[in-house]
């Protein structure tokens, strides 16, 4: 049976060699255009409206905030649908049998689960959030979680978010994540390569009793729109 994981963060964090190419709404009104990388292989298109998303998935808790504007202008874009989806602790995605190395994802969902699954709307201020847990790594991909912004039935942006290396190697030595011993990180993910680090990927990550907070501007296109 799972169990909760209960651990004292650091008390510094060193928000690292990527933190120039995003903007938090904690920090600064600025703003840029995410990066678009696509949705992954384990994208399911219909995920349940809610702001917790754990559904009894065992980690260290994560509570993420993502505003989401016009990145022409920075000005706050409401009632966009924001879609978020992550591996657990172990590695797994819901909906999809676990790989092992050299496997090919399926084109479809293999089962039901649903968990680490879910979207919002932005409110007047462009603002939702996600209570979830801080994702696990799979296969050759370093910790992520996976971002789709949709706007008046139009998908706008599909992106992935990412976390300080010092934090990802630190969340490595807890259980269960301790449990997934996979070695790729931030320096040799292969989206982070691909995408030249991915601008606008990159929260600002920090302590909040036992579990992080995350927070980020998502800057999306409305040109023509």
Same mark, same amino acid.
């Given at each position: 049976? #799972? %169990? *909760?994981?209960?651990? #004292?963060?650091?008390?510094?964090?060193?928000?690292?060699?990527?933190?120039?190419l995003s903007y938090s709404f904690e920090d600064s009104p600025?703003?840029?255009?995410? %990066? +678009?990388? @696509?949705?992954?292989?384990?994208?399911?298109? +219909?995920? =349940?409206?809610?702001?917790?998303?754990?559904?009894?998935?065992?980690? =260290?808790?994560?509570? =993420?905030?993502? #505003?989401?504007?016009?990145?022409? /202008?920075?000005?706050?874009?409401?009632?966009? &649908?924001?879609?978020i989806w992550q591996a657990n602790a172990e590695g797994e995605?819901?909906?999809?049998?676990?790989?092992?190395? @050299?496997?090919?994802? $399926?084109? #479809?969902? %293999?089962?039901? +689960?649903?968990?680490?699954?879910?979207?919002?709307?932005?409110?007047?201020?462009?603002?939702? +959030?996600? &209570?979830?847990?801080?994702? @696990?790594?799979?296969? /050759?991909?370093? *910790?992520?979680?996976?971002?789709? =912004?949709?706007?008046?039935?139009?998908?706008?942006?599909?992106?992935?978010?990412?976390?300080?290396? /010092?934090?990802?190697?630190?969340?490595?030595?807890?259980? !269960?994540?301790?449990?997934?011993?996979?070695?790729? %990180?931030?320096?040799?993910? !292969?989206?982070?390569?691909?995408?030249?680090?991915?601008?606008?990927?990159? $929260?600002?990550?920090? @302590?909040?009793?036992?579990?992080?907070?995350?927070?980020?501007?998502?800057?999306?296109?409305?040109?023509?729109?």
């Amino acid at each position: 049976m #799972k %169990t *909760n994981v209960f651990y #004292k963060p650091p008390n510094k964090f060193r928000f690292e060699e990527f933190n120039t190419l995003s903007y938090s709404f904690e920090d600064s009104p600025n703003c840029l255009l995410t %990066t +678009e990388t @696509g949705p992954g292989p384990f994208f399911i298109p +219909e995920s =349940i409206y809610r702001i917790d998303i754990t559904e009894g998935q065992t980690g =260290i808790g994560l509570f =993420i905030g993502l #505003k989401i504007v016009n990145a022409s /202008n920075c000005s706050n874009l409401h009632r966009a &649908k924001v879609e978020i989806w992550q591996a657990n602790a172990e590695g797994e995605y819901s909906g999809f049998s676990l790989l092992e190395e @050299g496997e090919t994802p $399926p084109l #479809k969902p %293999t089962n039901q +689960e649903r968990w680490l699954r879910g979207w919002q709307e932005s409110d007047h201020l462009g603002f939702v +959030e996600f &209570k979830t847990i801080y994702p @696990g790594k799979y296969l /050759n991909r370093t *910790n992520h979680i996976h971002l789709r =912004i949709s706007y008046q039935d139009q998908v706008l942006l599909t992106t992935q978010v990412f976390f300080p290396q /010092n934090i990802n190697d630190f969340v490595s030595t807890i259980s !269960p994540y301790d449990q997934n011993p996979r070695f790729v %990180t931030n320096y040799n993910d !292969p989206v982070i390569q691909r995408y030249n680090g991915c601008r606008g990927c990159w $929260p600002k990550v920090s @302590g909040f009793g036992t579990r992080y907070i995350a927070t980020l501007t998502i800057g999306v296109n409305l040109q023509g729109r």
